[in-house]
């Protein structure tokens, strides 16, 4: 090799190495061990399943709630929520029940300090919330809370005994809270942040405050291409946050990023580590950059690090990438690790099917751990018995399951079509230091 081709060749090893760790940002020499995968049995024939939310009980670390949306195959016109519980750390579940609202989306749920299970059920008129005090054998709801909601949320301020649930209604952010475990909900209260089409994400509580994230996306355009001319698209997506208190109303927006693409990027907090207590966490996508990003703030939300790539995928062009990439979401277990999970494309050539990967931080965000493939087989969504959702969820659901229980262990559960329909798959996590 002559000194010019040698000094190609190390200029070459030089970027490649460089793009590697600035964009994936790994460690190696650890350990991501996953301790089981397996399909849930809830017994639901003839039903495709899609997105859906985990909860964990804050006082036991082996019940789980699960709040889903299924599809009828045999009908696909008949669609809406279901609900699951396990009392053994999800191994098996009991008590599956639909909800009574027809074409209902979007379902979410919490486990309150007093153990009640609440979920909420977006029908196509009115937000719905749903509550159970003997662990999900019957349901009552309490709680009809208008029209025009959407990608609605709930969390739990322990300290005040508050159950909150937020939403973007209209043109409004909208909050409302429960002090009753979750009887009743009568404390409506919006705020609306500027003329541009916004959406929430995942609230977090710090502080005694509700802190909500939202993404702004659109903006008022005379000449507009979307919803029959009301506006047109935003160059960027931009990331805020915003507080809430019930005694001092709305906070001032805080910027978090613009490196987000369309989606529902979610929020995390570390609650309880030594080293990273309190930090703020937040990982989103962008189909433009074909990536999922990961932030943080070590200074409760005032300042935010630059997006750091998780990964990239690099095949497709960017116009032909789903909107919600890789559908990534982010907890934090009672150590301080930080458990990230995606629906990851790059296991098959053509990027029609996808393998769930997870990787994790020990260092409060700053590096990531090599990344790990968790589902042991392809799932390919769009296919036939999936009827309508093939189109719409891609990924199986604009969001996932994903918690960590009291073992410092993290449970994920995934919409995954490897037998010819879609249904939950779930693993458990562990990760040794």
């Known amino acids: ?18 793009c590697f760790v600035v964009s994936t940002q790994v460690n190696y020499g650890q350990n991501i061990e996953v301790l089981k995968e397996s399909k849930l049995d809830l017994k639901l024939q003839d039903k495709a399943l899609f997105e859906h939310h985990l909860s ?10 699960l709040s ?4 009828n195959t ?5 669609y809406g929520n279901f609900v699951s519980v396990s009392t053994d750390g999800g191994g098996t579940w009991k008590h599956t029940q639909m909800l009574d609202v027809p074409e209902a989306a979007d379902p979410w749920g919490i486990i309150t300090q007093k153990g009640a299970l609440l979920t909420t059920a977006l029908g196509l008129d009115n937000l719905f919330v749903f509550r159970s005090i003997n662990n999900g054998e019957s349901w009552k709801q309490v709680a009809d809370l208008g029209e025009y909601h959407d990608h609605q949320t709930m969390v739990l301020d322990a300290e005040n005994n508050r159950i909150y649930i937020v939403s973007i209604k209209g043109k ?8 009753d475990d979750g009887v009743t909900f009568n404390n409506s209260n919006t705020y609306v942040f500027s003329n541009l089409s916004s959406n929430t994400l995942t609230p977090i509580v710090y502080n005694g405050k ?5 993404i702004t996306f659109g903006r008022p355009s005379i000449n507009g291409k979307r919803r029959g001319g009301k506006y047109d698209n935003l160059e960027t997506r931009p990331t805020w946050i915003i507080s809430f208190e019930p005694e001092k109303g709305f906070g001032t927006p805080l910027f978090v990023s613009e490196s987000c693409g369309l989606g529902f990027g979610v929020f995390a907090k ?16 962008n189909s433009k950059t074909n990536s999922i990003f990961f932030h943080y703030s070590n200074t409760k939300g005032v300042s935010w690090t630059p997006a750091m790539e998780i990964r990239k995928y690099g095949k497709q062009k960017r116009l032909d990438r789903n909107a919600f990439t890789g559908i990534p979401q982010v907890t934090v277990n009672n150590e301080g ?21 997870y990787a994790a931080s020990l260092d409060g965000g700053k590096t990531f751990l090599t990344p790990k493939k968790v589902s042991s087989k392809l799932s390919c969504s769009k296919i036939e018995k999936n009827k309508w959702g093939a189109k719409r969820y891609p990924e199986g659901g604009d969001y996932l399951g994903f918690v960590s229980n009291k073992k410092g262990e993290f449970i994920v559960t995934w919409p995954d079509s490897r037998n010819g329909m879609s249904e939950y798959y779930t693993a458990t996590i562990r990760v040794k230091n």
């Open 56 to 65: 964990i009980d804050p006082n036991n670390g082996n019940r789980l709630l």
């Open 270 to 285: 570390d609650d309880s580590s030594k080293d990273f207590k309190d930090n703020f966490y937040y990982t989103c996508s």
């Open 68 to 71: 889903g949306m299924f599809i």
């Open 172 to 179: 409004y952010i909208y909050v409302n809270y429960s002090e």
């Open 337 to 357: 690790v930080i458990g990230m999970v995606w629906k990851d494309l790059n296991d098959d050539l053509n990027e029609n099917c996808s393998n769930l990967h």
């Open 1 to 18: 090799m002559n000194n010019a081709n040698i000094l190609k060749f190390r200029y070459f090893i030089y970027i490649y190495s460089f």
């Open 210 to 214: 509700l802190v909500i994230p939202f």
């Open 74 to 78: 045999k009908d696909d016109s008949k």
